[in-house]
């Protein structure tokens, strides 16, 4: 077994003394107020605001489960990454709205947008999806990465052994606390710089070194076969029989290897063109945790270049990711690695619970010593730029959603103080949730995927429909979420029992059969469409909104000045920038079609 060498530590403690520097210099510089510690004082640079929301993004859930979610569905994941395009949005159609309005938390826009009651209820659900979603994935991912390059690594505490998944899921989560509770939002945004160096590169040098030892791209392709390098995969997979009742696919032998009316690793093209469009335009256009890079800078110039240069940088997950994870199936399946042939079932594919470590793996059988010592460091800052940057995200709508309204007028130390205390406590109940990931189907990407599809719907739907459709008022956004929100949770209850083999199965035929196998792309739709139709009912039967209050926070309330200061803020350059981010957007669609 490769172990890692004393060189390897050498880089690595050198990483971590630059991250120490970094955030060191950042709490001298930070000062004790609330827009400092949540926002940077709204005086980040666009260079800075693109790294920290491109490491913020680009954390556990995905170099570990995007490089296995490639070891076992090959690029169907790339359309979750293409959409780079969603931060142009971002960029071009909500900064301006967002920089106008000044406001420090997503849900503080919908208050001004509809009403008080729509910014309790989104704050509640957002702590809710950054608890179970990136919290515990990252911590998880934390685990998964120590537990395959140290798995030597135990302790033993009053007689109970914790071996070295649960011991890389505090380090993780107490080495980014740290500077994260301390530093505030700047710490995070400008260690995201140092960090988003490392992982390019490191990732980088794994590929490199993954292609070489395969013997080139042209052996990756035939070892994957064209369907892992399709993008738009049919609706039922090849070899599947079955009709309403439960879809049966199975082996050569004729043996049944899964068995249910979808199957959560296979992506078909229906789902990724309706329902990954959506989660998509949440996440990067009115996710706190992504939004709140952006609402640190300084005017509408910055905060859209910062997206744009997001955008650039989103693009490079596809080929740094996903591509390691087909690497790591084809060295797999070639036998040009032994150490990976386990990943391998009888029927040829990759076993999910063991194909999550796919990266990990890789840098443990593959880099030499040093090198293997800079991806080990990218790896851990993008788990590390992850975390911080939900850390943040959680202690910002906690403290400014939730506790300034519970207790007006209080000091800009006690916010401060209640943020970090807020933090440990998520922080907690995610640990908690991390058996349920550990179980889940699929692999860890899909987890995640899965969890958002049913919580994103409702929240895409009032902040779009809010911002180009005045006529839309509170009542109607208040229900569209409730509505929203309660089916995405009935359908997470549905599903927790299984996931953690507390039940095998509903009875076949009833209604909690029918909710739990329902392809989760095809639910995050219809709930969509439910929330867009309760929303747009209840609005039209209801008053309209006082367009006065709403000024300058939907299109058609937009005053001149305000369409006049916006035109002034790009010129040429940022046009140019975008058209090249959808050009290598549109490449890689036309490439990766099998």
Request: contains cysteine; glycine residues 8%; positive net charge.
């Amino acid at each position: 077994m490769t172990r890692m060498s004393a060189l390897d530590w050498l880089m690595i403690g050198l990483y971590f003394s630059i991250l120490l520097c970094v955030a060191w210099w950042v709490v001298r510089k930070s000062k004790d107020s609330a827009a400092d510690y949540f926002l940077a004082g709204r005086n980040l640079a666009w260079w800075i605001i693109g790294a920290s929301i491109f490491a913020s993004n680009i954390g556990s859930e995905h170099i570990v489960g995007l490089a296995g979610s490639g070891a076992t569905s090959g690029v169907a994941m790339a359309h979750y990454e293409l959409h780079a395009w969603c931060l142009l949005v971002l960029a071009w159609v909500f900064v301006p709205f967002y920089m106008r309005s000044m406001v420090f938390t997503m849900p503080e826009f919908l208050e001004r947008r509809f009403s008080a009651k729509s910014r309790y209820v989104l704050s509640i659900v957002s702590l809710i999806t950054f608890v179970i979603s990136k919290i515990a994935v990252g911590i998880f991912a934390g685990g998964v990465v120590f537990g395959t390059l140290f798995p030597e690594l135990r302790i033993n505490i009053g007689g109970i052994s914790i071996d070295s998944f649960w011991i890389g899921s505090v380090l993780v989560i107490v080495l980014t606390g740290l500077y994260t509770t301390l530093g505030g939002m700047r710490a995070v945004a400008y260690n995201d710089a140092v960090q988003v160096t490392v992982l390019i590169t490191g990732s980088f040098l794994l590929t490199a070194y993954g292609l070489v030892r395969l013997g080139g791209w042209s052996e990756l392709r035939h070892w994957c076969g064209s369907d892992m390098f399709n993008l738009w995969k049919p609706l039922i997979p090849p070899g599947v029989t079955g009709t309403w009742s439960p879809v049966i696919q199975t082996n050569a032998a004729g043996h049944i290897v899964k068995e249910a009316w979808y199957f959560n690793d296979y992506f078909p093209w229906l789902g990724m063109l309706f329902c990954a469009p959506i989660i998509g335009l949440w996440y990067w256009c009115t996710d706190q945790y992504i939004v709140q890079r952006a609402l640190g800078a300084p005017n509408e110039t910055v905060a859209r270049r910062g997206s744009i240069f997001a955008a650039f940088l989103k693009l490079f997950p596809v080929y740094l990711f996903i591509v390691p994870g087909l690497i790591c199936y084809a060295l797999a399946k070639s036998g040009k690695v032994p150490e990976l042939a386990p990943m391998i079932g009888p029927d040829g594919q990759a076993i999910p619970s063991l194909a999550n470590a796919s990266f990990p793996m890789m840098v443990q059988y593959l880099l030499p010593a040093g090198i293997r010592g800079i991806v080990v460091a990218g790896l851990l800052s993008a788990l590390m730029g992850s975390l911080a940057g939900v850390f943040n995200a959680c202690s910002t709508l906690f403290t400014v959603d939730l506790y300034q309204k519970w207790k007006p007028g209080v000091s800009q130390h006690q916010l401060v103080r209640t943020g970090r205390t807020a933090t440990v406590i998520l922080v907690l109940i995610a640990l908690a949730w991390i058996p349920v990931i550990k179980n889940a189907p699929g692999g860890l990407y899909n987890y995640l995927q899965s969890v958002q599809s049913y919580l994103a719907p409702p929240i895409f739907v009032v902040f779009f429909f809010g911002v180009f459709n005045k006529r839309l008022n509170a009542k109607g956004a208040l229900w569209a979420m409730i509505v929203g929100f309660a089916l995405g949770l009935f359908r997470m209850f549905v599903d927790t029992p299984i996931t953690l083999g507390l039940q095998k199965s509903y009875q076949e035929g009833s209604l909690l059969w029918i909710v739990n196998n329902i392809y989760f792309q095809y639910f995050s739709v219809l709930i969509t469409l439910v929330s867009a139709a309760v929303m747009v009912v209840v609005s039209y039967a209801t008053e309209q909104p006082d367009y006065q209050r709403i000024q300058s926070l939907t299109f058609a309330t937009q005053t001149a000045a305000d369409r006049t200061t916006s035109r002034a803020s790009w010129s040429m350059r940022e046009v140019l920038a975008s058209a090249l981010v959808l050009l290598c957007i549109t490449g890689a669609y036309i490439y990766f079609r099998g």
